[in-house]
């Protein structure tokens, strides 16, 4: 057995060889944020492991993915408040079109700039940016003494 294909077993310490199979206890600590001792089979797969189970039990990988996507949500919630209150501040307003006229209309949403011309959502931040942060100009004036 050669020394570069042994892999350090997390749970207990030993070196072992990947290549003769998965190294399995019954029992394993998670690495996680509940540090319990669990089962096994409360580990997910993880074919590059030792064990060939990950080192996270599925309840904190559960954990960490609930906390992400409501990371993720406030955040898009915040981004689209601040937006608003952008478009907002320059003058910029939704209006309701028509698509489709009929007994059973049907409507979709315009942004449309302080003079009443429509323009998306992204162009009208763009041009926000631009008025808030000119940029200076490429060629000072020089003026000529005399």
């Known amino acids: 057995m050669e020394l570069k294909h042994l892999k350090h077993c997390g749970a207990c ?5 990947p290549s003769a199979g998965p190294h399995t206890h019954e029992m394993k600590t998670c690495k996680g ?4 001792l669990k089962p096994a089979d409360a580990f997910g797969l993880h074919q590059s492991s030792t064990d060939g189970r990950r080192h996270v039990c599925l309840e904190c990988v559960a954990d960490s993915s609930a ?12 981004q ?9 501040e320059h003058r910029y307003r939704w209006a309701r079109r028509v698509v ?19 323009v998306t ?12 942060n000119p940029e200076p100009d490429d060629y000072p004036i020089h003026y000529e003494e005399t």
């Open 100 to 118: 489709q006229p009929g007994p059973d209309p049907v409507f979709r949403w315009a942004l449309l700039d302080p003079q009443g011309h429509e």
């Open 121 to 132: 959502k992204e162009q009208a931040l763009r041009d926000i940016e631009i008025a808030e």
């Open 80 to 88: 689209f408040r601040d937006d608003k209150e952008k478009l907002k």
């Open 33 to 36: 944020k509940c540090g319990k």
């Open 13 to 17: 310490g030993e070196m072992v060889d």
């Open 67 to 78: 906390a992400g996507r409501v990371h993720r949500a406030v955040e898009k919630d915040k």
